[in-house]
């Protein structure tokens, strides 16, 4: 792979500890980072138990939004950096695209310990005794994160964004042909507009339900 290790940015893990279950399903556990997500788990029982169901979830609604926001300013960013498929084979191709991936590695690890711990409260909810519409919205926030559905290798891995996007740049530094860079990311974020569309769909009905 083309990705030495003198070319990795060296950023240090801001969570440790095993997940095991639906979040590593969720992808939560990538790049070399381990999560420990039983903080958030106990936080759940903490929430409904000090404001009620109603006013934690309200409170992972705003963490989601502050997700959302940073899923789109960090792809937003690599896309600025991403050169178009026209330009492959140009001297300048290979640095412009370690570069955008050099920015995403880095903000993706920036940005984890919120997606965790979103997940992992969203989790619990959805295992928890709520009401029909709480549930769903809890749902809607677990699907929020994808599972693989962006990657497209032959064998069927779970994955976040920030994964799946970055193995294709590497593939392309290696010379494999694939997905258009740009479309790719592009493609990316319109998932988690269409995604993010339908949590606010779930909290509008939990709102007024």
């Not at 029982?45 to 926001?69: I, K, N, Y």
Request: proline share 4%; glycine share 6%; hydrophobic share 45%.
């Amino acid at each position: 792979m083309s990705t030495d290790e003198d070319e990795q940015p060296q950023v240090a893990n801001t969570v440790s500890g095993p997940v095991h279950g639906a979040a590593v399903q969720a992808g939560v556990v990538h790049g070399g980072v381990h999560v420990n997500a039983a903080p958030a788990l106990a936080a759940v029982d903490e929430l409904a138990t000090a404001f009620g169901s109603r006013s934690a979830l309200r409170q992972l609604m705003t963490d989601l939004e502050a997700v959302h926001r940073d899923y789109l300013l960090m792809f937003d960013k690599a896309l600025e950096l991403t050169p178009e498929a026209w330009q492959h084979g140009m001297p300048h191709f290979p640095d412009q695209v370690r570069a955008a991936a050099n920015l995403l590695r880095r903000l993706r690890l920036e940005f984890e310990p919120v997606r965790v711990r979103v997940h992992a409260v969203a989790h619990a909810f959805s295992d928890a005794k709520l009401t029909e519409p709480e549930r769903a919205f809890a749902v809607a926030v677990l699907k929020y994160f994808p599972t693989g559905e962006i990657q497209r290798s032959a064998v069927h891995q779970l994955k976040t964004s920030g994964t799946a996007v970055l193995d294709r740049f590497y593939a392309s530094l290696d010379g494999e042909l694939g997905q258009e860079l740009s479309s790719l990311i592009e493609e990316t974020v319109a998932f988690h507009r269409q995604r993010w569309l339908v949590v606010c769909q779930a909290y509008a009905a939990l709102q007024t339900a």
